[in-house]
């Protein structure tokens, strides 16, 4: 699975931007795309995922702020940034678990990142 991200960039405090991530290749049984986020000098962190059945998941932190969404051909993840603070400040990567059918485990793919800041 190959991941293509962007929408990252500069906004002030209170703006907003919206993230997408296309998934391509082998994309049959993707079980959960997501985005992630990582700060200077913190750990990467959930920040919101969608499951192949619908079921979204969002971080304490961006919880009414944050919507995570797909495409109908659930090849394509956005993820859209309201009301962002500074310390929404990061990378954020974009994440698929795929099935492997033949072993019965999960495969993880990240995308190449895309810069949010957010200035004061």
């Known amino acids: 699975v190959q991941l293509q991200a962007s929408g990252g960039g500069l906004v002030q405090a209170g703006g907003s931007l919206r993230l997408s991530c296309a998934a391509s290749g082998n994309i049959a049984s993707i079980n959960r795309m997501a985005w992630y986020r990582q700060a200077p000098g913190k750990q990467r962190e959930l920040v919101a995922s969608?499951?192949?059945?619908?079921?979204?998941n969002l971080a304490d932190s961006v919880k009414g702020r944050f919507t995570i969404s797909r495409d109908n051909a659930k090849t394509t993840v956005y993820l859209q940034l309201n009301s962002l603070k500074p310390e929404d400040t990061a990378v954020y990567y974009c994440?698929?678990?795929?099935?492997?059918?033949?072993?019965?485990?999960?495969?993880?793919?990240w995308g190449q990142g895309t810069l949010v800041t957010v200035s004061s």
């Open positions: 994440n698929v678990v795929r099935r492997n059918v033949a072993t019965g485990t999960f495969d993880f793919f």
């Open positions: 969608i499951t192949s059945g619908g079921s979204t």
